[in-house]
């Protein structure tokens, strides 16, 4: 076989993995998993990429395909120990890229973390291959990534913009209760490049499902009545990349506090709706010398004007708690949850008291007459981010 420079390969390995990889990117499955398989072993046909003819290694490479998981680390083997065979070492590292689409979840990421460990290698020319391998999946699983996320229910917005001299494309993955993914498809939003916002809305955001999307390379991450414990936060807390997290009516408490404050890499946070106590939380501020916003969340629905002292309202947000509870356009609200109003400061301090779920008493002005309201609070709606 030919030992040919490690430089001088990059193009044909590039251009084999290209081929392989976006052939299988166009497929669902490599092979159906009930076509006939030689009855060798797994290492006897990795041996046949060393083989003298063409069609004997292609046909190597299409039925180490089709073993799944069972072929990454024979093939990772052989990669390493074939030095001196560039031909076995390049199509050794092509199907291994061609696993980390083609296979289950479980051969994926196999398939991934042996591409990582090669790259590690002393061998230059295993090291070329890898590089060209991992460089060129990147941008394939990306593609396939995306589309599999749309078709489990997520959603993915991407805006483009100006960086320097080049454009730049970055994408938000919203995942809510149309969400029909199981927990391995989370680990999908970890293969978008680029992907500065993660949103996670619903109870079945657990603690796994955010061990799963750690691994993403994300820039804010709101998380939203969810059922995470203190244990997420402690690995959110090693997602470097991340700037902003919020957290909005999740069950975190006290004993995630130190995790927070150890978040260094943040410049803004947003807790609402948790159990944090009032003391903690003025600790965390002390600690973290960032934006800071800390609510019990609840939200009532409104906008208003201020006049002559008077907080009337202008516009009732639909299907709020201030529709419900009877607010209506106009209103002066002069008493809101045992305080009276007589300044913007006085609803700020009372409503930020309160948490959705909770009644209070609400007194109006309304056409010359007080009318008495019992209003229900509610919880900041998704979009309201």
Known sequence: MSNWPAAGSLYRVTLLIFLLVMGTAAETVAQDPTAEIQQASIDQVIEQLGADTFAARQQAMREIVQRDVEAVEPLKLAAIESSGDSEKQMRAVAVIARLAVAGEQECQRAARNALTELIASEDQNLRTFALASQSRLSEVMHDVAIA???????????????????????????????????????????????????????????????????????????????????????????????????????????????DLGAMTQLRQIRLWGTKISPENTGTLAQRLDIRISISNGAFLGIQYERNEQLLRLTRVVKDSAAERGGLQVGDVIVYFSDREITELRDFGLAIQARRAGDKVKTVVQRDGKEVELEIELGQFPDRDR
Not at 152 to 161: K, M, W
Not at 167 to 191: A, C, H, M, P
Not at 248 to 255: A, E, K, L, N, T
């Open 148 to 258: 599999q996320l749309r078709e489990l229910g997520a959603e993915v917005d991407s805006s483009t913009y100006r960086e320097g001299q080049r454009q730049v494309t970055r994408y938000e993955v919203t995942i809510d209760e149309k969400w029909k993914g199981k927990l391995d498809d989370f680990n999908l939003t970890s293969l978008i490049s680029r992907m500065d916002h993660l949103n996670l809305f619903g109870p079945e955001i657990t603690d796994e499902v955010i061990d799963q999307v750690a691994g993403a390379n994300l820039r804010t991450l709101r998380i939203k009545r969810s059922s995470i414990t203190n244990a997420a936060i402690d690995r959110i807390r090693k997602i470097d990349s991340l700037r902003r997290l919020d957290i909005y009516y999740s069950d975190i408490d006290d004993g995630c506090v130190d």
